[in-house]
Structure formats: structure tokens, C-alpha cells
């Protein structure tokens, strides 16, 4: 009995090897590749408000805008989530000798259901989801005038205020170093005088943007432009537009083996969403009802040193400062923000981590009433990932 039951482990054994070959060494051109990923991410953030009391999604991530200003009151706040965990799904095949490629990733995070009440239940958002044939790709992933490199810090963006910041809808195309987008058109608008942000997608162009990459042995920079324009439309159906453009330029600069620097820095006029996290609107209505864009510049360094093979940290700055008509938008829109972050980051594993980072943030108003806040955040995270092909 024991011998049969040898032979049939033996047996299955041996299927499972070559189903395993089978799967994995298909030629380029008959095959289709899966991939499954994500981490699961848990985050302990203490937060003290020095300027008032504050309740959103600005306690899960530094959020610019949302730091409370103008009181004397001090709030603290201890909060426990995982809704930066995130999970995504990746299918590549070749097709007539041409690429074909899909991704889409979904996380927790400014989820509109769920509650700590009883079971901390929230609904995924996407984050991507597009696909690519050749040289084209149709769907939504990060704008083609953000240029994808963050620090390695714990905060869900780490440097809010000085980064182009944007997943949305579009059609590109990638020549060589070169790359060509139309992206979705969303105008953010301060009312005249002030008051609650106006939104409208009345524009009928969408976004232009071109972008060069360029990498070389020491790094990477990257430089984009972008243009827009910006429409509204008065209840008696009178339509008013102006022009928005700006330009970012970035990348990151290796020091050493292990350690480099990242930076990014955008200026322009009616850049609105794109960047800051939307901190500031991209326009203004002006006495004669028509649209006045507002100019901004922000952006942030970073630099990453390893202390050993197990051991890292990562500091940076973060900036942003708009150039503001009081006059028009009142005294209680945002003007300028700042940043600064330092972590201790322990990898015992490579897709293991543990850190720590302190966290300072500042913001002002246009009328100078400002606040700041203190957070102190714990997180840990475990990354995976399988891939596997099979033949078509």
C-alpha cells in the first residue's frame, strides 16, 4: 500500500512539473501572461491639529488643503486603516506581432461607503484601469504631465504639495522618448469673491499633452508640457473660456549604488487638479464674469539613503505657492503650503517593510490666516505578486 501510494505522489509530482513547464516556456508568440499583485498595507497615524478640529480623508494622508487653519484649539487624533492596500490583475499577450497589454489596480482609499462603526467595511476604487496595443494606450492611468516618481516615504503621497498628481481617462501614444496625450478636461473654478468650489466639464477640447523621457546610467529626468482649456457656463447659457498651460520637469539622481535624489518642479496658469492635489482652483471669476486662470509653482526633493542592506530612511520638502487676486477670490482661498518628512524604514525581507516617519505640514490662506499639524505615522506592509503563462 505504501509503495502505490509512493508512485501515485510520484505520478502527480511529475504532471505537476511539466504543467508547470508547459505553462511557463511557451514561445514569445503563443503565449499569454498573467500577473497578480498588490500589498496589503496598515497604517497607525497619531495627528495634532494645532489650529483646529478636522474630520476626512485628510487624517488617512496629508492632504494640503485640508489642514485646519485659523483656530486656537489643538485636536489629537489617533487612527488605525489599511486603505491604501491595494490589489491588480495584468494580462500581456502578442498579437500579430504587436503587443497587447491590460492593468487594473483598485485600492480602498476616499472609498464614498464604509465606516468605523462596526466592521470598517469600505468599497475599492479603481486606480487604473486601461489597456495597451502597441504604441497606443486607451484608458485611465496616471496623466502623462505627472511624472511617476515619489519618494519612498510611508504617507500615501509623501510630498502633496510639490508633485503633479493625477490618474484620469485618455488616449496616448509612446514614439520612442517621446509621448502624446489627449486627456480627460475637468475645469476647477473659485467663485468671484469666494465661496464653494464651481466644477465644470463644458470645455470641449480635451487636455494637450506632450512629454520627453530621457534615462542615462546616473538616473532618469523627464520634462512635459501641458495645455488646456478652461470653460464655464452661467445659468442664462453664456459661455466663458480661457487658456490654461504649464510645464513639469523631474526625474531622479542616483547617488552611490543605493542611495539618489528626486525632484520635481511645475510651474503654469490654470493648472488647477493637476497638481497639489487640487489645492488650488485653476481659475478665478473675474468682475466681468469671464474666467482669470491662476498661476501656481510647486514642487519637492527627496533624497533616499540605505543605512545597510535592511535599513533605510528618506527625507524631503514639498512646497507649493499660487499667485492670487484677493480681490477677486476673497481672503479665504489657499495661497502657499509646505511639507516636511523624514522616516526610519526596516526591510527584514525584500517585500517586507516596517517604518516610521514624522511628518510636519503648514498651510496659508490668502487673507494670511494659516495652522499647522504634527503627525507621527506607523505602517506596515507586505507586497506580492504571481505570474505564470500559459499557451494561447
Do not use: C
Amino acid at each position: 500500500m505504501r509503495k502505490i501510494t509512493n508512485k501515485i505522489l510520484i505520478v502527480a509530482l511529475t504532471q505537476f512539473f511539466i504543467i508547470s513547464l508547459s505553462a511557463q516556456d511557451v514561445k514569445n508568440e503563443n503565449k499569454t501572461t498573467f500577473k497578480f499583485g498588490g500589498y496589503a498595507k496598515a497604517d497607525f497615524i497619531y495627528t495634532q491639529y494645532n489650529n483646529g478640529d478636522y474630520s476626512g480623508s485628510g487624517r488617512d494622508f496629508h492632504i494640503p488643503s485640508t489642514t485646519p487653519v485659523g483656530g486656537d484649539n489643538i485636536y489629537k487624533y489617533t487612527d488605525f486603516h489599511v486603505k491604501e492596500s491595494r490589489f491588480n490583475f495584468d494580462i500581456a499577450k502578442v498579437v500579430g506581432g504587436k503587443s497587447l497589454h491590460a492593468f487594473i489596480e483598485l485600492d480602498l482609499m476616499v472609498s464614498p461607503g464604509g465606516d468605523e462603526r462596526i466592521s470598517n467595511s469600505y468599497n475599492p476604487r479603481i486606480r487604473h484601469f486601461y489597456f495597451e496595443y502597441d504604441k497606443f494606450l486607451f484608458g485611465q492611468t496616471w496623466s502623462t504631465f505627472m511624472i511617476v516618481i515619489l519618494p519612498d516615504e510611508l504617507d500615501f503621497v509623501g510630498v502633496p504639495e510639490g508633485v503633479v498628481f493625477q490618474r484620469q481617462p485618455m488616449v496616448r501614444v509612446t514614439l520612442g522618448s517621446w509621448q502624446f496625450a489627449l486627456e480627460n478636461r475637468f475645469t476647477t473654478i473659485t467663485p468671484n469673491g469666494g465661496g464653494g468650489r464651481i466644477t465644470s466639464e463644458a470645455a470641449f477640447m480635451p487636455d494637450i499633452v506632450a512629454r520627453y523621457n530621457h534615462k542615462f546610467d546616473g538616473g532618469s529626468i523627464s520634462v512635459a508640457a501641458i495645455g488646456r482649456q478652461l470653460n464655464y457656463i452661467e445659468g442664462n447659457n453664456t459661455k466663458h473660456s480661457a487658456l490654461g498651460a504649464g510645464i513639469t520637469f523631474g526625474g531622479k539622481l542616483n547617488i552611490g549604488e543605493f542611495d539618489d535624489i528626486r525632484f520635481s518642479a511645475t510651474g503654469g496658469t490654470g493648472l488647477g487638479r493637476y497638481i497639489a492635489l487640487n489645492f488650488v482652483n485653476s481659475s478665478v471669476i473675474d468682475d466681468s464674469r469671464d474666467l482669470s486662470s491662476i498661476s501656481t509653482f510647486n514642487g519637492y526633493v527627496a533624497y533616499l539613503h540605505h543605512w545597510n542592506d535592511k535599513l533605510r530612511s528618506s527625507g524631503s520638502f514639498s512646497y507649493i505657492s499660487a499667485n492670487i487676486d484677493e480681490d477677486l477670490t476673497g481672503a479665504s482661498v489657499n495661497d502657499a503650503a509646505y511639507s516636511l518628512s523624514v522616516n526610519l524604514i526596516y526591510s527584514p525581507i525584500k517585500d517586507l517593510m516596517f517604518g516610521v516617519e514624522p511628518i510636519y505640514g503648514y498651510r496659508k490662506l490668502v487673507g494670511g490666516t494659516d495652522g499647522d499639524f504634527f503627525r507621527l505615522q506607523f505602517s506596515a506592509k507586505y507586497a506580492f505578486s504571481f505570474k505564470t503563462s500559459v499557451s494561447n
